[in-house]
């Protein structure tokens, strides 16, 4: 027995048109009788075109080649879109210090339904909860099974160990009293007004640097991008980013001065890449000699690249960290996941806002001239008032989660209020 089909109302409606036209042919006699194409149009309450247009399909589905290709096809669902699946770098900051003073503001462990409210309150975060979910594991969070069947929400260990190193050699640099200096790329659309930053114009690259004592001098870079997609990272490349450092930071920065740079693609490329399981046996051979790691000539290769996979971090070396030590300055890295600890993000932020609020024209030119105009009046004073604020920012860090305390751990017991089988709600 066929199984019974489930009609939708559509089908529905056009099944009942059709009996009405036959029972209407019936008593009234048949009119073009051999028009058949007319006929099926007047009886499903469509048009000849439409008729034309299907049975056209039906055709084109008898003869193609691929056999299981079905001819009534339903248009593809969209795609669920996750509410606020991302969180800019302003609201990644607010996420990340709302947990490390989770205890020390609400006197509570932050159950995930509680860290949501919180955001809600904050920065308007409208996400469910399993969007959170997401975020935080995206981030570098994990749950991790504690002793008493309850779950910890935790940062990953190397994403802390990273941080712990990132903020111990800043300080020693600080009290070196060298001269830090935050670099960062950005991008603004031509269509960017307030309340409208969806609509895609033409994009702007901004390359800029800055510190305690304001933006570096004659050193911006702003140009049109290549694209119009809104990523200004594929608008950039490691040749761009080399001739800026050459022909306008660099030169303009003060002796012994650090240079902070994020983890971006361009900025990673290796200068000295280690074999890889794919490389023969010689290269392999040849790296480690090179490198002054022991290894037996009898082997295997396997065994050869199980050395460089132990060994490979130790001598990793990036072409742009080479170029800036080779002009007598330092680099330093940010680690993954805080781009609140580098200032110039929020310089761009007040950079855009003003732009927002001004661009009436909507046009590159003026998107240029406003984009000149704003980075000569954020001063040292600004400059100086944001490096503060990101100082705090380190100090906290320091307090809740680099240090031995009793806020390291972020447990989530077994109780009442969790109420699915992830405790961690």
């Known amino acids: 027995m066929a199984s019974k089909k489930h009609l939708q109302s ?17 008593e009234n006699g048949v009119e073009k009788l051999t028009d058949a194409r007319w006929r099926t149009a007047q009886a499903v309450g469509t048009s000849e075109s ?3 247009r299907i049975l056209r399909e039906e055709r084109q589905a008898s003869t193609s080649k691929d056999k299981s290709q079905k001819f009534f096809k339903l248009p593809p669902r969209p795609k669920r879109m996750r509410t606020k699946c991302k969180l800019d770098d302003f609201d990644m900051g607010v996420l990340r210090r ?18 949501k409210q919180v955001l809600t309150e904050r920065i308007g975060f409208d996400g469910s909860i399993e969007t959170l979910r997401t975020i935080l594991n995206e981030s570098g969070y994990e749950w991790s099974k504690m002793d008493d069947n309850g779950k910890a929400l935790v940062e990953k260990h190397d994403i802390q160990m990273t941080r712990f190193q990132y903020l111990t050699q800043l300080k020693k ?46 050193a911006p870079l702003v ?11 594929n608008n950039i490349n490691l040749e761009d980013y080399k001739k800026w450092l050459t022909a306008k930071l660099l030169p303009n920065l003060p002796k012994n001065a650090v240079v902070v740079v994020d983890n971006a693609s361009y ?5 000295d890449k280690a074999p890889n399981y794919n ?19 009898t082997m295997k290769k396997i065994e050869l690249y199980d050395l460089i996979l132990k060994n490979r971090d130790r001598f990793k070396s990036f072409i742009i960290d080479e170029l800036i030590r080779s002009k007598g300055f330092e680099i330093l890295r940010l680690p993954a996941h805080h781009p609140e600890l580098n200032p110039i993000k929020t310089i761009w932020e007040t950079l855009k806002t003003y732009l927002a609020n001004k661009n009436a024209a909507q046009d590159l030119t003026s998107i240029m001239s406003l984009i000149n105009e704003r980075l000569e009046m954020i001063d040292r004073t600004i400059w100086a008032n944001t490096c503060h604020q990101v100082e705090e920012i380190e100090k906290q860090y320091l307090q809740y989660f680099d240090m031995d305390n009793e806020f390291n751990i972020n447990v989530y017991p077994d109780s009442d209020e969790s109420d699915s089988m992830d405790m961690s709600e």
């Open 50 to 52: 439409t008729i034309t």
């Open 98 to 115: 709302t947990i490390a003073t989770f205890h020390t503001e609400f006197n509570v462990v932050p159950t995930l339904r509680k860290l």
């Open 173 to 218: 640099y600080r009290d070196e009293g060298r001269y830090i200096v935050f670099t960062d790329e950005t991008y603004v659309d031509t269509k960017h007004i307030q309340n409208m930053c969806c609509k895609l114009g033409m994009g702007v690259i901004i390359v800029h640097a800055g510190g305690c004592e304001g933006f570096v001098p004659n």
């Open 267 to 271: 900025h990673n490329a290796l200068s």
């Open 279 to 297: 490389s023969n046996k010689n290269d392999m051979q040849t790296w480690l000699a090179e490198k002054n790691i022991p290894f037996n000539d």
């Open 10 to 26: 559509q089908s529905k409606e056009i099944i009942a048109k059709v009996y009405h036209r036959m029972k209407y042919e019936a």
């Open 223 to 233: 140009y049109k991008a290549k694209a119009t997609n809104g990523d200004y990272r």
